[in-house]
């Protein structure tokens, strides 16, 4: 009777340390999937870090120019000088 208690637990035991390889390989996998997610979303993230200064860049562009444009207008209502071309390119 003891005999086959033993038996039986050995049995379980070894169908559980199959659940454990198998846990271990799939837990190895979802590790390799989250490495791999974390380098696409830093990829991601470089790329909107790019498009949000190209943003910025334009719209300080766009402020310069504004000013630039209040400047001349200042100028020519007070008659001041006037620049013959414009220092930024189109």
Known sequence: MIAQELSGL??????????????????????????????????????????YEAMRRREEDVDLEEELGKERLLRRFRGGPQPQADPLPP
């Open 10 to 51: 050995g049995e379980k035991i070894r169908g559980l340390e199959k659940r454990i390889a198998e846990v271990e390989r799939v837990n190895a996998r979802l590790e390799d999937a989250a490495l791999i997610t974390a380098r696409a979303l830093q990829e991601i993230a470089g790329h909107w870090d790019a498009v």
